[in-house]
Each structure stands twice: as C-alpha cells, then as structure tokens.
C-alpha cells in the first residue's frame, strides 16, 4: 500500500498531519518576520548615528545672504552658528553720525580683537553702507533692539541718533555696533568674519583670511 494510500485509510491521521505542516508553515513565516522586523529596528537608529543632525550642520556652517531687497536704512537678520547676526544698510546720514559719537563710546576706534581686520574702521565693515553685527549684547547675552533716531525712550537718553538698545541691563550701541560709555556691555558688538561673492551676495563665516 502506497503512503498516500495508508493516509487514505486513516483520516484523522490524514488531517492531523495536514494541520501539522501549516501550523510548521506559519511558524517559519512569523520567524522570518520578526527576524527582519528585529533587523530594521537595528539598522535605523546605526544608521541614523552617521547622518548629522540639522543643528550639528548648521552650528559651524557658512551662511550666504542676498542683499539685493536691502533697502536704504533696511535691517535683516540671519542666523549664524545659533547667533543672530544683523545686516544693515546704512544711508549716508547714518554714516556721517559716526565720527561725531567718538566721545560717548568706549571703544571707538574698535582697537578691541572683536571684528576682523578689515572691519577694524570708524564704520566697522568693509563697505561703508552695508554693517554686520552679532546681536547679542557683550553683557549677559541679551538680544538688543533698534531704536531710530529721535526716540522718545527714556533709555536711550536725549539727541539719541539712532542704534540698539538692550532691553535687559540697558546697555546702548551705536550704528556701527560700538558701546556707549558707562553701560553694563564692557565691549562692542562681535563683527564676524564675511566677504563678498558678488555686489548683493555674501558669505557669513569665512573670509579671504582664512577666518571662520
């Protein structure tokens, strides 16, 4: 009598062993899953330890900036390693202010090691229009304002020409970033290094120098 046959004879035989290689079946599919499950779990998080985070690459990166929608008197703000760094284009008044405010600041000439070389001028910057300054007041961190020329605030005291005023400690900075005299703010905005790819585009973070 054939296998087949014999199994004929018994069915409750038949149907045991039927149940048992589908039971055999699904065990080995459920296996495989979970193994390939288990495999996945692994592989994201080891391979996620190679991709820098969105902070990680932002934290030293160079920032390009278009300038062109800078209008006269304008003020942008773009960040830079985690700092706000503001953009602004001076008019021609706002630069002629500069030299008459030498006597009310501490460090008028900028001889302090906060701004690269070529920004070591009355105006701070390497073109005479266009001031970059990391707005973060040297006191305490504070984040300060622009407050325009003619202001009423009593913070900034009277014939105020026009700057930034820190909102916790006080602190005043002209348009070129530099600290009035007797304030909390023992220095001048940090200047950070930048040049010029094009007349309207330019690069925060790196410089001909070599500075970064």
């Not at 039971?23 to 599919?29: A, H, K, N, P, Y």
């Not at 009310?104 to 073109?127: C, H, K, M, V």
Request: aromatic share 6%; charged share 20%; glycine share 8%.
């Amino acid at each position: 009598m054939t296998p087949t046959a014999a199994l004929s004879a018994f069915p409750a035989i038949a149907g045991a062993a039927h149940e048992h290689d589908a039971e055999r079946r699904r065990m080995i599919v459920l296996t495989a899953a979970t193994a390939s499950a288990g495999l996945a779990a692994v592989a994201v998080p080891f391979v996620s330890s190679f991709a820098p985070s969105e902070r990680a690459r932002a934290s030293g990166a160079s920032v390009e900036v278009d300038i062109s929608d800078l209008a006269p008197g304008g003020i942008k703000t773009v960040e830079w390693r985690g700092k706000p760094v503001w953009i602004m284009r001076r008019t021609p008044e706002m630069l002629a202010l500069l030299p008459t405010l030498d006597a009310r600041l501490a460090d008028p000439a900028s001889l302090r090691d906060q701004q690269p070389g070529y920004a070591r001028n009355a105006q701070r910057s390497i073109r005479l229009d266009v001031f970059f300054g990391v707005g973060i007041c040297t006191h305490l961190g504070c984040t300060p304002s622009q407050v325009p020329a003619g202001s009423a605030n009593p913070s900034v005291g009277e014939d105020w020409k026009g700057g930034f005023l820190c909102p916790c400690h006080g602190s005043t900075f002209d348009l070129a970033g530099r600290v009035f005299l007797n304030k909390p703010a023992p220095t001048n905005l940090e200047v950070p290094p930048h040049k010029y790819l094009a007349e309207s585009r330019l690069l925060i973070g790196e410089d001909d120098l070599g500075a970064a």
